[in-house]
């Protein structure tokens, strides 16, 4: 089955810690993105990556860092400089062709404590 | 200032009616693209229709039509015959510039209760 997954779906930490989440796709989209969710609000775009080895910053990177060493994976590293980092994230994926609708990971809800 | 308005934070509708969720946006652009998204309690999102600023018809996908009323900036949704399924959270998002601009920028969303 293609898709994206994200792992581990909950996560506990302690504050000071910086913690990597996962996200693996294999639907050979070049195209993926990291959205930090919080309680009754939309998404928010925190880094994207449109090839290999190449990233942008979105509204709210402070605090995160991404690598895309590869095209199947996209992990993001909460940083202790991250102020307020407990929230729900979000990965997704796109082709890049016309349409280029965001195929969407299941999430990891992060509580930092 | 804020790309996409959802004005209406929740809204319950009975089962087999049809429900309008609205979204306006606010684009400089002439080429840009309009998304729906379902969230359901689950928290994974589901891509449900899209528009383009230059596509001359309504989009539409099932139960999903999107009416883009493009003078006013508006693309709202409309679920047809509303299934106890479709409760969930509903998000109007907007991909600005030509294509190959990655980008979306989501609204703030609607709560969908479906009631039997």
């Known amino acids: 089955d293609g898709g994206i997954t994200q792992s581990p779906k909950y996560l506990f930490r302690k504050e000071g810690q910086n913690v990597t989440l996962s996200c693996e796709q294999n639907l050979n989209h070049d195209a993926m993105y990291w959205y930090r969710q919080d309680p009754g609000q939309g998404l928010r775009l925190i880094y994207y990556s449109q090839i290999v080895n190449d990233f942008q910053k979105g509204d709210i990177a402070e605090g995160y860092s991404v690598s895309r060493e590869k095209k199947e994976s996209f992990p993001l590293t909460v940083t202790s400089a991250q102020k307020n980092p407990t929230a729900f994230y979000l990965c997704?994926?796109?082709?890049?062709?016309?349409?280029?609708?965001?195929?969407f990971g299941p999430g990891t809800r992060l509580t930092v404590t | 200032a804020q790309k996409i308005t959802q004005t209406q934070p929740g809204m319950f509708v009975q089962e087999k009616e049809a429900v309008t969720l609205d979204c306006t946006y606010d684009?400089?652009?002439?080429?840009?693209?309009l998304f729906w998204y379902k969230q359901p309690s689950s928290g994974e999102m589901i891509f449900l229709i899209y528009?383009?600023?230059?596509?001359?018809q309504n989009a539409t996908e099932g139960r999903y039509s999107l009416n883009f009323q493009k003078a006013r900036k508006s693309a709202n949704l409309v679920i047809s015959a509303s299934q106890l399924g479709d409760s969930a959270m509903y998000f109007c998002a907007m991909r600005e510039g030509p294509f190959g601009d990655y980008k979306l920028s989501f609204g703030a969303g609607t709560t969908v209760t479906v009631r039997a």
């Open positions: 997704a994926s796109s082709m890049g062709d016309r349409v280029d609708e965001q195929y």
């Open positions: 684009t400089s652009d002439q080429s840009y693209g």
């Open positions: 528009q383009g600023s230059y596509d001359e």
